[in-house]
């Protein structure tokens, strides 16, 4: 409870019981602390040094707690101290960093090599992430397909947080993944911008225009590999690549229930799981003994309902209220 004051365990114990106690005698908190009366002096002078607590002019001694109001007025102002000094020095260092990037960025034309970089092994992969991350300023964008390297990107909420942009393209294949549907919903709700594409082309992270990360192997590989891109023609052109699909894939809403009187019938669910699975409608028509033209008039009917311009919409849309 204590510890954010510098206390340790043993002075909040003694601290906490004086708190309780009108006044208590160096012999009575010995017997708290499982110790003499010699080992707990020390303890009581750090919490007396802290302003906690008084010495009062009795013999033997005793000792009683200064009202906290009062105690811990010191030790907060001393705390928020600190923290303005951190706040301080991490915008200098933040400061001297963008002043730095700036001076990289004017010192003229790098050596290729300067220009990428490979990158092997699944902790020094990660470690770059990190960094990606962490250096974001306006905004993140990223094409998301499994296998995963990462089990969960809760820096991505810390980034919402700050107002940081974040745009996100998921190939359709997550949908299948259990409880990721979920996890990008929770983002979305989040101020997230995230939108479905089908057959990603690959796997991207772009910082800022800055930075780019592309995944080279397979996650699910023995080792994992990614080529880090500085500001160049190929971070340009991944950039439009992004852009490219961006405008063309489906968007995500937010989370909205559906009322369970619009969910489908069993019958209309067993349609859109054959559609979802690649089915023509001649084909499922002939899979649920149906005629063509009812199945087809169904299809309609559910593109409507979900405000789908298309199949592969409509399976996405229906994959995100739930109905399969």
């Given amino acids: 409870m204590l510890e954010p004051f510098g206390l340790s365990p043993a002075e909040e114990s003694l601290y906490l019981a004086l708190i309780d106690a009108p006044s208590l005698t160096t012999t009575e908190m010995a017997l708290l602390a499982g110790t003499s009366a010699q080992g707990v002096l020390p303890i009581l002078a750090r919490i007396e040094d802290a302003g906690l607590i008084a ?34 020095q991490a915008q200098h260092a933040r400061a001297t960093a963008n002043q730095l990037a700036e001076r990289f960025r004017l010192s003229g034309v790098r ?21 990606l991350e962490r250096m974001v300023h306006t905004e993140l ?43 990008i ?4 709700d989040a101020s997230e911008q995230g939108r479905i594409i089908s057959n ?10 800055q930075l780019a990360i592309i995944a080279l192997t397979s996650e699910a590989s023995s080792s994992v590999s990614a080529l880090v891109v500085r500001p160049s023609e190929l971070l340009d052109g991944l950039s439009r690549v992004f852009e490219s699909l961006w405008r063309t894939a489906i968007p995500l809403e937010p989370s909205d229930p559906v009322p369970g009187a619009d969910r489908p019938s069993h019958e209309e669910t067993q349609l859109l ?13 002939r899979r649920m003994g149906l005629g063509l033209r009812t199945v087809q008039k169904r299809v309609r009917h559910l593109m ?4 789908a311009d298309t199949r592969f919409q409509a399976g996405v849309h229906a994959k995100a209220r739930g109905w399969l």
């Fill in 55 to 88: 010495r009062l002019p009795d013999t033997p001694a005793r000792y009683c707690a200064i009202e906290p109001g009062i105690g811990f007025a010191t030790l907060l102002a001393a705390q928020e101290q600190r923290v303005r000094r951190v706040e301080e």
């Fill in 141 to 183: 964008r990223g094409i998301d397909m499994p296998p995963y390297v990462m089990s969960d990107n809760e820096a991505e909420f810390e980034m919402l947080d700050k107002g940081i942009t974040s745009r996100w393209l998921y190939d359709s294949s997550v949908l299948d993944i259990p409880g990721k549907l979920e996890q």
């Fill in 111 to 131: 050596h290729p090599l300067d220009l990428i970089e490979i990158v092997v092994g699944r902790q020094a992969v990660l470690q770059r992430l990190f960094q």
């Fill in 273 to 285: 799981a054959l559609l979802a699975a690649g089915m023509t409608d001649k084909t499922a028509a």
């Fill in 304 to 307: 409507e309902r979900l405000v």
């Fill in 185 to 188: 919903s929770d983002f979305i």
């Fill in 200 to 209: 990603a082309p690959m796997k991207l992270l772009i910082a800022d225009d």
